[in-house]
């Protein structure tokens, strides 16, 4: 059975930072891409960044470029994402994805259950 599941969410005062965590089972973990996702109140879920299976090669959203990093570790099944300078408009359930991919069309099959970010003014 296919799990992910995120950790480290919280409330943070803008400008500080927060580290997610996600770890998985139940699938090959090193053949997939993962990635981090976000939705926020009253909003649809959006992409913040996703990283290709040997964590080399990393996409960012622009609104958090420079501000985030993803990384994984393959030997543990796991993805973190570091979150830095965090604003108010980073508010959101942060939700953990693996995605397969095909040739240059990546499609997200498993999704964590979400943690929350809140980051206060």
């Known amino acids: 059975q296919v799990h992910l599941v995120e950790s480290g969410g919280g409330l943070v005062q803008a400008g500080g930072s927060v580290r997610l965590s996600c770890v998985a089972s139940?699938?090959?973990?090193?053949?997939?891409?993962m990635g981090w996702y976000r939705q926020a109140p009253g909003k649809e879920r959006e992409f913040v960044v996703d990283v290709d299976y040997s964590g080399t090669d990393a996409t960012y959203a622009d609104s958090v470029k420079g501000r985030f990093t993803i990384s994984r570790d393959n030997a543990k099944n796991m993805v973190f994402l570091q979150m830095n300078n965090l604003k108010p408009e980073d508010t959101a359930v942060y939700y953990c994805g693996a995605s397969w991919c095909s040739g240059n069309r990546c499609e997200v099959s498993h999704w964590g259950q979400g943690a929350q970010v809140t980051v206060s003014s």
């Open positions: 139940g699938f090959t973990f090193r053949d997939y891409a």
